[in-house]
């Protein structure tokens, strides 16, 4: 697969279609249901911009902003991505019916007590979160992402 993204003879346009069809869609498999904290976000963003680099020919001392690099490619950002793929979940989750297993997990508490530290985040705590960054209303009977509507 290198090859073929740092090849001189495709066009950059081409790499990263190329990318996104075959390496962001292995590192984002079943991503709508991780946990994703700041960190593995970082991880992720770190890990797609060695990889735009290296398409791109570019040096990480040679100081070019990754949007840059991005628009070449004519990607977006991994984390936009990532979350638009947890709301697409979470959308079909909304157009279930009430008696439907996979939309009583999503509103089922776990009873006992909790161990020390902060508690892990849920993941309908991380779509509120993702609804709010695009302003969205998290109890739409639609719900659009990015121009896409969906009718519930």
């Known amino acids: 697969m290198v090859p073929l993204l740092t090849n001189k003879d ?10 996104s069809s075959c390496v962001r869609s292995s590192m984002l498999h079943g991503s709508e249901t991780w946990p994703v904290r700041k960190e593995n976000e970082v991880a992720l963003q770190k890990a797609e911009m060695r990889i735009v680099r290296r398409m791109c020919g570019v040096k990480l001392h040679d100081r070019v902003p990754s949007k840059e690099l991005r628009g070449r490619l004519e990607l977006e950002d991994i984390i936009s991505v990532l979350q638009r793929n947890r709301l697409r979940l979470y959308g079909h989750v909304l157009r279930k019916e009430d008696n439907d297993w996979v939309k009583k997990c999503m509103e089922c508490e776990v009873e006992g007590s ?28 639609w719900f659009v992402v990015e121009g896409e509507s969906r009718l519930g």
């Open 114 to 141: 909790r161990p020390r530290g902060r508690p892990k985040k849920t993941l309908r705590e991380i779509v509120e979160k993702d609804c709010r960054a695009r302003d969205l209303n998290t109890r739409m009977p």
């Open 10 to 19: 495709i066009s950059l346009t081409m790499r990263g279609r190329l990318y």
